[in-house]
T-cell receptor, first 112, second 114 residues
Framework: GESVGLHLPTLSVQEGDNSIINCAYSNSASDYFIWYKQESGKGPQFIIDIRSNMDKRQGQRVTVLLNKTVKHLSLQIAATQPGDSAVYFCAENGAGFQKLVFGTGTRLLVSP | NAGVTQTPKFRILKIGQSMTLQCAQDMNHNYMYWYRQDPGMGLKLIYYSVGAGITDKGEVPNGYNVSRSTTEDFPLRLELAAPSQTSVYFC?????????????FGPGTRLLVL
């Protein structure tokens, strides 16, 4: 079946560093991927998305990279700030589905 | 727009009790979803709806029911609460544009079954 998973459950970085959060997916038919940020006690918030016909997409301080060959997705956060501390989830929306499949999440801890 | 709203924010139930978790969105989204999130885990899809009058099961539907009589509302019903249903419940809504879909989440309902 389809699944989305993450390599690292917790990532600790210093303020100002660049952060990279990784995600593996198994459904090769997935054509759309999303990164969500979830702060403590809140619902997930959309960060950035990417379609399978792209390998890179940039937002404000964030970049998502997609490697379809190895079914790998990453989220890069530039100049990480304490406000970036949260749990980050990747999710995939398989072709033809209305359902997102979420990974288990990576906790990002940013130290001042 | 208020976005996606959920009530209540927190509830304690006794085993066997029933309750309805309310969800509403004012963005005119066709798609709505219910997820549960257990501590330290990702979200699991309970039920979803692609429009008023249409619902379908997700990954973990047992013990839950839903209805979608209007575009705006998507209540989740627990008929016989069990300790295994202790979790945080998130409602979400979305639209599809050019094959892309962004789900907007509510603030969640924390449920404790004792």
């Amino acid at each position: 079946g389809e699944s989305v998973g993450l390599h690292l459950p917790t990532l600790s970085v210093q303020e100002g560093d660049n952060s990279i959060i990784n995600c593996a997916y198994s459904n090769s038919a997935s054509d759309y991927f999303i990164w969500y940020k979830q702060e403590s006690g809140k619902g997930p918030q959309f960060i950035i998305d990417i379609r399978s016909n792209m390998d890179k997409r940039q937002g404000q301080r964030v970049t998502v990279l997609l490697n379809k060959t190895v079914k790998h997705l990453s989220l890069q956060i530039a100049a990480t700030q304490p406000g970036d501390s949260a749990v980050y989830f990747c999710a995939e929306n398989g072709a033809g589905f209305q359902k997102l499949v979420f990974g288990t999440g990576t906790r990002l801890l940013v130290s001042p | 727009n208020a976005g996606v709203t959920q009530t209540p924010k927190f509830r304690i139930l006794k085993i066997g009790q029933s309750m309805t978790l309310q969800c509403a969105q004012d963005m005119n989204h066709n798609y709505m979803y219910w997820y549960r999130q257990d501590p330290g885990m990702g979200l699991k899809l309970i039920y979803y709806s692609v429009g008023a009058g249409i619902t379908d099961k997700g990954e973990v539907p047992n013990g839950y029911n839903v209805s979608r009589s209007t575009t705006e509302d998507f209540p989740l019903r627990l008929e016989l609460a069990a300790p295994s249903q202790t979790s945080v419940y998130f409602c979400a809504s979305s639209y599809r544009q050019s094959g892309q879909e962004t789900q907007y989440f509510g603030p969640g309902t924390r449920l404790l079954v004792l």
